[in-house]
């Protein structure tokens, strides 16, 4: 359902253009599953139909504009993508937002990413309906776990998503990637190279137990062990082993970070952008890229591009910059317009 709060929103160009552009944005809410999902739809000034994109976020108790605390990550973004002549449509969480209502503890996140992937398959089809849409080049963009959502529905609605952008990728499951960086920690601690293979054993085997939803006393046990291992003072393990227990008691985590996105991902066939940062250190599972790279058989595809960005982290912020309200760094955007463009998605004399 789109509300009738509608207003022009003026934009200062960030990439494609100069001067101020127009876009209207509009107040949306999403019916999803019984849930109430507030949203924000913006359509750029000028003639259309317009290409149009969906955010997808990370999971989390997160609002419409931002992908991390206090950030207004894509709000800009949405705001550079419609001085680029690109639509996009951007939800609240559930649990959060004037238009959304669901029951639960808002810190708390119980839903599996299937669930919540069908929130993105409702927001998607508002966007596709949407007038100045054009259907034929609407695509989804999926940052850090909101790949996997993104990945779901790209697989799903295979000739619906004409393209997908996908921002801090990985190509294995997060509790992969968490296995991955215990081993790096410990590196950087100075674990000798037995030591290094200590970790990932009992990390992988204190993961299994843990999303296999195993009795509280057998998960911690085993993840005093790989704190053992790690070197972490004993005094420390078990009350440590015994919070990270507690956190994997809900099924929404176990889902989120059992779930493997290379099946889904290798049923994409849209053209698909991949920018990951250089310096992310929660992706760095040796395994990730290389999955990537296969799902999209990229030694014999012309539709993958894989961009990493030199010193970005996670949230591809700009380095040692303080902000008060982060966003992404400037050449995040530079990227996803050019590539859009190279597509045929937009054009460089966008308004």
């Known amino acids: 359902m789109i509300m009738t709060r509608t207003h022009a929103v003026a934009m200062v160009l960030g990439v494609c253009s100069t001067g101020a552009i127009a876009a209207?944005?509009?107040e949306v809410?999403?019916?999803?599953?019984?849930?109430?999902?507030?949203?924000?739809?913006?359509?750029?000034?000028?003639?259309?139909?317009?290409?149009?994109?969906?955010?997808?976020?990370?999971?989390?108790?997160?609002?419409?504009?931002?992908?991390?605390?206090?950030?207004?990550?894509?709000?800009?973004?949405?705001?550079?993508?419609a001085a680029a002549g690109v639509a996009s449509l951007r939800l609240d969480a559930r649990s959060l937002g004037s238009a959304s209502s669901t029951e639960g503890d808002p810190d708390d996140y119980p839903w599996t990413p299937r669930e919540l992937a069908s929130d993105s398959n409702a927001a998607f089809d508002v966007l596709l309906n949407s007038p100045g849409i054009d259907r034929g080049r609407a695509g989804l963009l999926g940052f850090s776990d909101g790949v996997s959502r993104a990945a779901i529905l790209g697989a799903e609605r295979a000739g619906e998503v004409g393209f997908c952008v996908l921002l801090s990728a990985s190509g294995v499951a997060p509790a992969e990637d968490v296995v991955a960086q215990q081993v790096h920690q410990a590196r950087q601690m100075g674990v000798d190279e037995?030591?290094?293979e200590l970790v990932a054993e009992r990390g992988h085997a204190a993961m299994a137990l843990l999303?296999?939803?195993?009795?509280?006393?057998?998960?911690?046990?085993?993840?005093?062990?790989?704190l053992e291992a790690i070197g972490l003072p004993e005094a420390q393990r078990e009350p440590m082993a015994t919070r990270v227990a507690e956190n994997f008691s809900g099924r929404?985590?176990?889902?989120?970070?059992?779930?493997?996105?290379?099946?889904?991902?290798?049923?994409?066939?849209?053209?698909?952008?991949?920018?990951?940062?250089g310096a992310d250190s929660r992706l760095v599972s040796p395994r990730s890229r290389g999955v990537l790279l296969e799902a999209f058989e990229a030694e014999t595809s012309t539709k993958l591009r894989v961009v990493t960005l030199g010193g970005l982290g996670h949230f591809l912020e700009q380095p040692d910059e303080e902000?008060?309200?982060?966003?992404?760094?400037?050449?995040?955007?530079?990227?996803?317009?050019?590539?859009?463009?190279?597509?045929?998605i937009t054009s460089d004399d966008a308004p």
């Not at 999303?211 to 790989?226: H, Q, R």
């Not at 008060?324 to 463009?341: D, K, Q």
């Open 194 to 196: 037995a030591g290094l």
């Open 24 to 26: 209207n944005e509009t």
């Open 252 to 277: 929404g985590v176990r889902a989120l970070l059992g779930h493997d996105p290379a099946p889904d991902l290798d049923r994409i066939e849209c053209p698909t952008l991949i920018v990951n940062g």
């Open 29 to 81: 809410t999403i019916q999803s599953a019984g849930v109430a999902l507030g949203g924000t739809l913006v359509i750029p000034e000028g003639p259309g139909p317009h290409p149009a994109v969906l955010i997808v976020p990370a999971s989390g108790p997160h609002p419409r504009d931002e992908a991390r605390t206090g950030g207004r990550h894509w709000a800009e973004l949405s705001d550079r993508l």
């Open 323 to 344: 902000m008060e309200e982060p966003v992404f760094a400037p050449e995040v955007s530079e990227i996803i317009i050019s590539w859009l463009t190279d597509q045929g």
């Open 211 to 226: 999303l296999d939803g195993a009795p509280k006393p057998e998960s911690i046990a085993a993840v005093v062990a790989l």
